[in-house]
């Protein structure tokens, strides 16, 4: 007789049952979200065609799944850093925003020569992002101040900074709207040929890369290991704990900041109060699919770039609100989350004597 049962975790999770329940739960979440939009009146034969034709299958859906993919990389892959060492960055978008605010100063004031510029503009936003993420690092690290409530409240900070310089001093004066000037040529990132395709592609494989051999191969990456496990062992163990978390949570923030500046010079040409929207969410999401894995980051960034893009496509030809399209969105990433708990836990029955 069945007496009860218990999930037990896991201690490693073999990559097949990973990938067979991370295409379940996207099966399920794929159905649920094709009944939701069924009922909205989307007709059954166009999902398959929006879902997966036009956002994978042909060159300009995949173009626009691409670009969109480039800032979830960063964010994604900066979310990944910390948690990797056990720091909760709840405030993606603020460090996003910074380094967005910081292309822009450099834009606005002609900061460099002109050929040099963008690179100064990337750069400024990196050490923006990671200045911004340093503050709650500091208040962790000397008075024990929690990173899920710091570094949240730093966000909204960030984002009255940027509305506070949008209705002020950066307004555009040629239109009136609160938008920063548009970026001149030489302060935005090439197109690559293939649609809005930029050369951020390459700054986020690159990240992707040096994150990949940093983690997997070199003695930094199994420290960091060992202080996301157990923290005090770690430092009984006579390893650099804090330089090791430093470096962590500080590029963290850098790859957040680049992808601010990054939106900003590759695709919107100008900083905006929306251009850093859902992208904390999104990068929880992604660093968690991805079980923080730099090369699973850019899958994981890729897929979740194809969703947006079909739900972008569902809002100007089938007239779907933006809500339902977050709801449909929000349908298929959780059923996603839901199905990796049978990849954590096994079920462990017991039965009566």
Known sequence: ML?????????????GLWGATYAAGLVFGLALAALILVRLGVPAPALWQEFVVQTFLTSQGLGQTVTAMIPLVLVG???????????????????????AMAATWVSLHDIGPAALRLPLMLALSMLAGAFWIALPLALKLLWGVSEVISTLLLGSIAFFWVQHQLFGAWRDTATGFPTSPTLDAVERLPLLGWGQVHAGLWLALGAVALAALVIGVTRLGFY????????RAARAAGLPVLLIVCSFVLGAGALCGLAGAVIVT????????????????????IAYLARSNPLAVLVVSFLL???????????VFYG?????VLLVQGVVLLSVLAA??????????RRAA
Do not use: C, H
């Open 266 to 285: 590759g695709t919107e040409f100008r900083l905006s109060q929306s251009i850093g929207a859902g992208y904390l969410f999104s990068g929880i999401v």
């Open 340 to 349: 990796q708990l049978f990849a954590d836990f096994r079920v462990e029955t």
């Open 3 to 15: 007496e009860g049962a218990l999930l037990i975790r896991r201690q490693r999770v073999p990559l």
């Open 305 to 315: 770039g194809g969703l947006y893009t079909a739900g972008g496509v569902l809002k």
């Open 77 to 99: 892959l900066g979310t990944a850093l910390a948690m990797r060492v056990q720091f909760w960055n709840i405030g993606i978008e603020g460090q996003l925003w910074l380094g």
């Open 224 to 231: 960091a290991r060992a202080v996301g496990e157990n923290r």
């Open 320 to 324: 779907i609100s933006e809500a339902m």
